[in-house]
């Protein structure tokens, strides 16, 4: 049971150890023999130091019958054992409103602009259920983000979840931002995590710059912060973009990075508290605690939706790392970072199905799978050459195309709408490959492929 309105002004004192950033503490039981405390709750410390009275902000994270574990946010430099505790009766709330439109928080809802008090706005629980299966929409929607290797190759849809893979160092950060700029959803929430102030700096100047800022709740962690706060950021984010979906019928978009961080985090937490670790240290609940996060992406039936777009390192380029081994099996797909391009070959978007050729033009399926045969026949050349094969007149022209396409598609910089994309595909389609060569429907030839491209072979 929670906390009623009276039970919160009673003060506990029975602090038995602290031990890092946890407290642990005893609290009497009810009649029934249960805990007079919810898991997650929140609790003030209070603490007095040199004279002074300090505040310590803190959440239930362990019940043992009448023993709790406390995680403190600020650390616990400055507690002792004398201090005297108040549950809040709640767990975390986020600030939910329009009002919030434009604003930065900390993981604990904080704001971080210094802008207007938002004490008195509406609040929402962070920790809610799940979305009930029936009222699941089938993905059927495109989201737009000007990416080529994205929107012509691996379309993101609407409710999908989906991680971009890659590994320290790797402009990860950049393309994130540069999806956020350009998405044509709605509304943008942001969570980071474990960030330095130059990753914040940047995300926050790229979503200004390209006029997103007004549409776009941020929630920031920095490398500084209290690790549990690395742990509030996507259930902030989340129960944010879920309330913008439900209630205001908005199409969200949702990007968090990074969840190799968070998993970390919660690594860090499992063992204060002397839980016994799973593979390389991590909790070994490590899966459910992906999928509770990642499984709020929905299209609600008559409403809105949340899509998720999140970043996770691979330590060592290891993709069999517990954290994107357990996120692959959630999410449906990922998009491959490596040598600052968008990998073709390792990226996979298992949604793209439903809207490529149905919401999109008749072409688009044709050309993905064109370009792509081309490009993996270019690579073959290029190992022949490497090799130092004798290469034909068509192996120089595959070399020539895959030049071409790098430049053109797999840059990260590259941006333009997906109709753009579609055309420009076919005239580098036509720069390097007669119309015979293309193997694809006469129809589709006919009306796309340059004219210029047509006639020079009709004339030959």
């Known amino acids: ?6 039970q919160w002004l009673v003060r506990y004192s029975r602090i038995l150890e602290i031990v890092g950033d946890i407290v642990k503490l005893e609290v009497p039981l ?7 405390v919810c898991f997650g709750d929140l609790a003030i410390i209070e603490s007095e130091s040199y004279g002074h009275l300090g505040s310590f902000l803190a959440q239930v994270i362990l019940l043992e019958q009448s023993h ?3 995680q403190v946010f600020s650390g616990t430099k400055g507690l002792s ?11 975390m709330e986020a ?11 900390t993981g604990t809802g904080a704001a ?9 706005e509406p609040k929402v629980a962070i920790d809610g259920p799940t979305v009930n299966p029936a009222r699941r929409v089938l993905a059927s929607k495109m989201i737009r983000t000007n990416v080529p290797m994205i929107d012509v190759f691996n379309c993101l849809v609407e409710s999908q979840k989906i991680p971009i893979f890659s590994v320290a160092g790797e402009p990860y950060n950049t393309l994130l931002a540069q999806i956020g700029a350009h998405a044509d959803a709605d509304i943008l929430v942001f969570g980071g995590i474990g960030l330095t102030f130059d990753d914040y700096y940047a995300f926050r100047g790229a979503f200004d710059e390209a006029g997103v800022l007004a549409k776009t709740v941020m929630y920031i962690h920095q490398g500084s912060d209290p690790v549990v706060e690395a742990l509030l950021i996507p259930d902030m984010a989340l129960a944010v973009a879920e309330r913008f979906a439900v209630e205001e019928g908005k199409r969200v978009l949702v990007l968090l990075t990074d969840m190799t961080a968070y998993a970390d985090a919660l690594k860090e937490v499992g063992i204060a508290l002397e839980h016994v670790p799973s593979n390389r240290g991590y909790i070994g609940d490590l899966y459910s605690q992906l999928a509770k996060r990642y499984e709020r992406a929905c299209d609600y039936q008559g409403a809105g939706s949340v899509t998720i777009l999140s970043v996770t390192t691979m330590p060592g380029g290891d993709v069999t790392h517990p954290v994107p081994d357990n996120t692959g099996y959630i999410t449906e797909g990922q998009f491959y970072l490596h040598d600052g391009v968008i990998d073709p070959f390792g990226s996979l978007s298992r949604l793209k199905q439903h809207v490529i050729g149905k919401e999109t033009r008749e072409d688009h399926g044709q050309i993905m799978n064109t370009m792509i045969r081309f490009y993996a026949a270019s690579e073959e050349a ?3 050459q ?10 120089k022209r595959l070399l020539a195309f895959g030049a071409q396409f790098r430049e053109r598609f797999m840059d990260i910089s590259a941006s333009m709408p997906l109709e753009a994309a579609l055309d420009l595909s076919w005239s580098t389609l036509a720069e390097y490959f007669q119309p015979d060569e293309l193997l694809m429907k006469q129809a589709l030839v006919d009306k796309y492929l340059p004219k210029k491209a047509i006639a020079e072979v009709e004339n030959s």
């Open 1 to 6: 049971m929670s906390l009623n309105s009276s």
């Open 95 to 105: 600030v939910f409103s329009p009002h919030i439109l434009g604003r930065i928080f």
């Open 112 to 120: 971080l602009d210094h802008g207007p008090s938002l004490a008195d």
């Open 382 to 384: 290029a190992q022949k």
């Open 386 to 395: 490497a090799m130092s094969f004798d290469l034909s007149e068509y192996d």
């Open 30 to 36: 009810n009649d029934q023999g249960q805990s007079r």
């Open 81 to 91: 054992t004398h201090s005297s505790i108040r549950f809040l009766g709640h767990s």
């Open 68 to 70: 709790i574990s406390l």
